[in-house]
Nanobody
């Protein structure tokens, strides 16, 4: 059974960098041809795709976040990491990681982790 689980701080101060990990069990982050995604949902708003890392290691980031977002992976630990820099209160959201067998189609989601940006 594939599981993905988000891990990271619940509270981040403005201007800091948010770092979240997604731990994968039951699958390999290198398995062809899957994509591993970060998606968030601000309060009262819809889901926003942030970016993904492919089985190959290639990364894709939403143009609106590209200047302050990076996604990386640790294949030895079978996890991938989101780093979002210069956070503001507008980055307050529930952050999800999800597996996609095709770009944009998700089959496994984490339960989500609430991140609040506040001084």
């Amino acid at each position: 059974q594939v599981q993905v689980e988000e891990s990271g701080p619940a509270l981040v101060k403005p201007s800091q960098t948010l770092s979240l990990d997604c731990i994968i069990t039951g699958d390999s982050i290198r398995r062809s041809f899957y994509y591993w995604n970060w998606i968030r949902q601000p309060p009262g708003k819809g889901l926003e795709w942030m970016g993904a890392i492919a089985y190959s290691g290639n990364t894709y980031v939403s143009p609106s976040l590209k200047s302050r977002t990076s996604i990386s992976r640790d294949t030895s630990k079978n996890h991938f990491t989101l780093e979002l820099g210069s956070v503001t209160p507008e980055d307050t959201a529930v952050y999800y990681c999800a597996r996609a067998p095709q770009f944009g189609i998700y089959d496994y989601w984490g339960q989500g982790t609430q991140v609040t940006v506040s001084a």
